[in-house]
């Protein structure tokens, strides 16, 4: 499960170079959980950098970076459903 983890980060990575930004600021640990559209989402250094926020439809309509410390996570990213225009999400579980 790790491996398809990692393996999907790395994917996903490489798909958002393009487009990553310098994070905004940093998306605090809340023992909820946030989404993110799958296609921004990269990894840099100890962060996972995407779009976070707390529902799906914020995430849909709003892309402004932040950073999450992998520290913060405790499951995901997994799928996390699909906005109206057809974009993917990602969910992480915070602790």
Do not use: F
């Amino acid at each position: 499960m790790k491996t398809k983890i990692a393996l999907a980060l790395a994917t996903l990575a490489l798909a958002g170079c393009a487009t990553q930004g310098a994070p905004g600021n940093t998306v605090a640990a809340s023992g909820k959980g946030s989404y993110c559209a799958a296609d921004r989402l990269v990894t840099a250094g100890d962060a996972l950098v995407c779009n976070w926020h707390a529902s799906a439809k914020d995430a849909c309509s709003n892309t402004a970076t932040r950073s999450m410390p992998k520290s913060s996570v405790a499951s995901g990213p997994e799928k996390g459903g699909m906005c109206t225009t057809g974009e993917r999400l990602v969910y992480v579980t915070t602790k």
